[in-house]
């Protein structure tokens, strides 16, 4: 029997933010993400008034940050109090960061069971992080005999349909690696650096620059997807959602070219 699986949207659980809670946030990114910036202590205090004021976002990251003790000291129970308010808030990734605690016992006793229960329960909810956690498991990590590839592929399609660069990367490499669907993989190789995924965006330049995954090469096309890289590489936060339609992609000389519409590769008529 083939796994199903009903991938749920993670938009539909996650709640509005209030304004100025995000401006402080997009601060705090950007500060993060800014290289040779030092100032770790004041991206912890954005990121700490950001969260006072329900930002889930902010109370992620700035779990993240007490646990590698960025900006502020170490303090695992701290990173554990956050990660309850976000699931009493009913937020996805709350879910996913406390699989995260009780598989490292971190904060809580290791207990490796309830971290599968709460990592599925993140997937359930259309968690990106999780999706890819347990397509991974089942795709990759399992002994050959015992791999289940339609549950990772399941789970890494869904991971792709939540707008989320690191799920349409993964997804890719899955479309790439097993599938050998080569115009699909490229598909969601270019959506994913749409996302701003700098390792996509390398990837897929490098395709049409070097002639892989048997792909004509076409310097000039692959050209401007290097120039997308590039563009990320000074801006981490940029993003390019219209990139498909932008740079549509060549077709593949035997496989054709994939329609997201009709789930199939087309060749040119």
């Given at each position: 029997?083939?796994?199903?699986?009903?991938?749920?949207?993670?938009?539909?659980?996650l709640p509005p933010?209030?304004?100025?809670?995000?401006?402080?946030?997009?601060?705090?990114?950007?500060?993060?993400?800014?290289?040779?910036?030092?100032?770790?202590?004041?991206?912890?205090?954005?990121?700490?008034?950001?969260?006072?004021?329900?930002?889930?976002?902010?109370?992620?990251?700035?779990?993240?940050?007490?646990?590698?003790?960025?900006?502020?000291?170490?303090?695992?129970?701290?990173?554990?109090?956050?990660?309850?308010?976000?699931?009493?808030?009913?937020?996805?990734?709350?879910?996913?960061?406390?699989?995260?605690?009780?598989?490292?016992?971190?904060?809580?006793?290791?207990?490796?069971?309830?971290?599968?229960?709460?990592?599925?329960?993140?997937?359930?909810?259309?968690?990106?992080?999780?999706?890819?956690?347990?397509?991974?498991?089942?795709?990759?990590?399992?002994?050959?005999?015992?791999?289940?590839?339609?549950?990772?592929?399941?789970?890494?399609?869904?991971?792709?349909?939540?707008?989320?660069?690191?799920?349409?990367?993964?997804?890719?490499?899955?479309?790439?690696?097993?599938?050998?669907?080569?115009?699909?993989?490229?598909?969601?190789?270019?959506?994913?650096a749409g996302g701003?995924?700098?390792?996509?965006?390398?990837?897929?330049?490098?395709?049409?620059?070097?002639?892989?995954?048997?792909?004509?090469?076409?310097?000039?096309?692959?050209?401007?997807?290097?120039?997308?890289?590039?563009?990320?590489?000074?801006?981490?936060?940029?993003?390019?959602?219209?990139?498909?339609?932008?740079?549509?992609?060549?077709?593949?000389?035997?496989?054709?070219?994939?329609?997201?519409?009709?789930?199939?590769?087309?060749?040119?008529?």
């Open positions: 029997m083939a796994f199903e699986f009903e991938c749920a949207r993670q938009a539909d659980y933010l209030d304004k100025d809670a995000d401006e402080l946030f997009m601060q705090a990114r950007r500060a993060e993400v800014t290289p040779g910036n030092t100032d770790e202590e004041n991206i912890s205090g954005l990121y700490q008034l950001a969260a006072d004021k329900g930002h889930w976002k902010a109370m992620h990251n700035l779990s993240r940050r007490y646990l590698d003790g960025i900006g502020v000291p170490t303090d695992s129970g701290k990173a554990l109090d956050l990660t309850e308010k976000l699931i009493e808030m009913n937020v996805p990734i709350g879910y996913y960061n406390m699989a995260v605690l009780l598989e490292r016992g971190r904060g809580v006793y290791q207990d490796r069971k309830a971290a599968w229960q709460y990592l599925h329960k993140a997937a359930s909810m259309g968690e990106p992080n999780a999706l890819v956690r347990l397509g991974k498991h089942y795709g990759y990590d399992l002994p050959g005999e015992d791999q289940e590839d339609d549950k990772a592929a399941a789970y890494y399609a869904c991971a792709a349909q939540q707008n989320s660069a690191l799920g349409l990367h993964e997804y890719a490499a899955w479309l790439q690696v097993v599938d050998e669907n080569y115009p699909k993989a490229a598909h969601y190789y270019l959506l994913a701003g995924d700098q390792r996509a965006a390398l990837f897929i330049s490098g395709v049409f620059l070097d002639g892989e995954m048997g792909f004509d090469k076409d310097e000039e096309y692959g050209n401007k997807l290097y120039s997308v890289r590039d563009r990320l590489r000074k801006d981490p936060l940029y993003k390019l959602p219209n990139i498909a339609t932008r740079y549509p992609l060549p077709y593949h000389p035997t496989l054709g070219r994939y329609n997201p519409e009709t789930d199939q590769n087309e060749m040119p008529e």
